[in-house]
């Protein structure tokens, strides 16, 4: 029966595969340093729910910045929070979706995890160090990219179909584009950043 | 031509005098070099938290040799490091911080004195009910590291003392061993209370109480000092020590006699001394908390010359600095003795304690009620009493404004009130 259910899984996998096609594009952050940490996403498909992945996504403490400074996650994800300093470091998030939470602090080495159960943008800051800060930005889709200090970004294996891309950034803001995934090969939507 | 009439006129119209102050230790320029906000170092400026003292008894350093890697500047090379295979027949090599290392503190206060003024006598010597006193103070600081071994931290300050300038440059220059050794030259003091580093416009009474011949444990010395801090066990709290020689008077000694004086400290749980994380975390944090109990204890021994012949004190006493969540208690003791010859021994003791509290990490009050006894085996004069209540109200972190009240509760003094609003910010 396992084994069944493995093949059909691993059939299902293949075939979604075989008709998926990647996303890429350019976005461009006006007026910003940099083209960088701008989350591309398909928000939703209908009738469709994904299961969050069981690896945990890592955000690390280094040097008394957070890295990275965004992360997407898909929704039900379980991030764990790294201090790879020899200070101390705290987590906190004055708006996270799922509630308020603050990890207290913790000493090089040691992890502390938390799972992000709904859709949204957290910030998250570190009362010991209040210029540090970073986003943990949860969707409902696998389908997501961050952008590079360039603008580029790529969201691979997209089912063929018409979805709705949204794009997040902390200061700007883009309005979502209706794009079409082929069956193979890439499709290229680009975005340009304004003040929100 | 123009220029030096002006400088000449400028210096003409105030009197300088050289001061010893203590120096300032909130430095702006640590914030750039390494990109962090103030709270990093300081429960509020220029108050240090635990980290800060940590950084500080580093030698202006990150704690567990990461200061290469947490700074964000991008330091000048006095040599490379292969130089270091070279010596002695090269100089060894060091950085200094890629960014000048220069800051700006600038201080200035509304004073209101209630019983004062309505007499034109009295207001000729300046007291005077009300006045704006901007500015109070300009401090521009500096401070750093240079290569591995070497650390720095001085200021020139100009202050108004009633209407005159009081000019100062103290600084001091520290040879760090490694994180637990240090030997400074320069401007030294024993730091008699456990927060020196004060949150009042008003110094604390035990280091201004004057000797008889003027010396106090508030101004700094010119002279050498061996200092060194250590982790506690499991890495939580620990020691403090610093042992000096110093002048005792002026930057040229006012008589061949060196003083000498110690101080040493034992803090019981909270951050170590010289940092790093092992054994530490919580459930909950602020930079403003770090729950431990210091208790310090400080020897000075020198003379003082002056107006009446050379004077011989022994001063000595002790500190208590508790930290518990949002709230700080402490206090410090001092107990001086004074020998003049053909005079009869002075004993003197001035005491504080205070508290205050974090109702939020940007509004501070606090209180401290302070005894000062000049000659405790005479009946007279009555000790010196007050009550000092503030509020700190950081309006971001290098900005502040603090409300201040002296009351006087002894009679002798009843009449010295006053009210301080006091504005200060840093960059």
Redesign the interface.
């Known amino acids: 029966m396992k084994r069944l259910v493995f093949i059909s899984f691993t059939l299902l996998a293949f075939t979604a595969t075989m008709f998926a096609g990647d996303i890429v594009g350019k976005v461009k952050v006006q007026r910003a340093k940099n083209n960088a940490n701008v989350v591309v996403y398909i928000d939703k498909i209908e009738g469709k729910v994904f299961e969050p992945p069981e690896k945990h996504a890592v955000m690390d403490q280094k040097n008394l910045v957070f890295i990275p400074h965004v992360l997407p996650v898909l929704v039900g994800t379980t991030v764990d929070f790294l201090n790879s300093d020899d200070v101390l470091h705290n987590v906190f998030s004055p708006d996270c979706p799922d509630g308020k939470f603050n990890l207290g602090t913790w000493a090089k080495g040691i992890v502390k995890s938390f799972t992000f159960k709904k859709p949204g943008v957290s910030t998250l800051l570190c009362n010991v160090h209040p210029e540090m800060e970073a986003f943990v930005v949860a969707v409902r889709t696998p389908y997501f990219a961050v952008s590079d200090e360039e603008g580029n970004y790529t969201i691979k294996d997209v089912p063929a179909g018409k979805y709705t891309l949204m794009v997040w950034h902390e200061k700007r803001k883009a309005k979502p584009q209706v794009v079409e995934v082929p069956e193979k090969g890439t499709v290229t939507v680009n975005f340009e950043l304004k003040r929100k | 031509m123009k220029k030096s009439l002006l400088i000449s006129a400028v210096v003409l119209g105030l009197f300088m005098s050289v001061i010893l102050t203590q120096s300032a230790q909130a430095i702006p320029a640590f914030a750039r070099k390494?990109?962090?906000?103030c709270?990093?170092c300081h429960y509020e400026f220029p108050k240090l938290n635990a980290?800060g003292k940590a950084f500080l008894n580093n030698g202006l350093r990150?704690?567990?040799g990461?200061d290469p890697?947490?700074r964000?500047d991008n330091p000048v090379s006095l040599g490379s490091e292969a130089y270091k295979k070279v010596w002695p027949d090269a100089i060894w090599p060091a950085d200094i911080d890629g960014l000048v290392p220069l800051s700006v503190h600038a201080v200035g206060r509304f004073n209101y004195a209630p019983e004062a003024g309505g007499d034109e006598e009295e207001e000729e010597e300046g007291g005077v009910k009300s006045t704006f006193e901007f500015p109070h103070e300009l401090e521009v600081l500096y401070a750093g590291t240079i290569g591995e071994n070497v650390s720095f931290m001085g200021e020139i300050e100009m202050e108004n003392e009633d209407n005159e300038i009081e000019f100062g440059f103290p600084f001091w220059v520290q040879w760090d061993f490694n994180a637990n050794w240090h030997v400074r030259l320069g401007n030294v003091s024993p730091d008699p209370t456990p927060d020196h580093l004060r949150l009042t416009r008003n110094h604390y009474n035990v280091a201004s109480f004057r000797s008889r011949n003027r010396w106090r444990l508030r101004d700094q010395q010119s002279g050498i000092e061996l200092r060194g801090a250590g982790n506690g066990a499991g890495g939580r709290g620990g020691y403090t020590f610093q042992v000096g020689v110093v002048n005792g008077q002026g930057i040229n000694d006012a008589n061949s006699s060196k003083d000498i004086y110690a101080r040493a400290t034992y803090k019981i749980g909270g951050?170590g001394e010289v940092?790093?994380?092992?054994?530490?975390?919580?459930?909950?944090?602020?930079?403003y908390v770090d729950n431990n109990l210091r208790l310090g204890g400080f020897f000075y021994k020198g003379t003082v010359s002056g107006a009446n012949p050379d004077e011989d004190i022994t001063v000595f006493g002790g500190d208590l600095d508790l930290w518990f969540n949002r709230l700080i208690v402490n206090g410090a003791a001092m107990f001086m003795k004074s020998e003049i010859p053909d005079m009869a021994d002075r004993n003197s003791m001035a005491w504080y304690a205070q508290a205050n509290y974090v109702i939020y990490p940007w509004l501070i009050p606090l209180v401290r009620y302070e005894y000062t006894d000049a000659d405790t085996d005479a009946d007279t004069p009555d000790p010196q009493t007050s009550l000092i209540p503030a509020l700190t109200v950081v309006l971001r972190?290098n900005v502040k404004i603090t409300a201040e009240y002296f009351l006087p509760l002894d009679d002798a003094h009843k009449d010295a009130d006053q009210l301080t609003l006091q504005a200060q910010f840093g960059f």
């Open positions: 390494y990109r962090t906000s709270s990093t980290f990150y704690p567990e990461q890697d947490i964000k951050l940092g790093g994380t092992q054994g530490q975390g919580s459930e909950t944090s602020a930079f972190a």
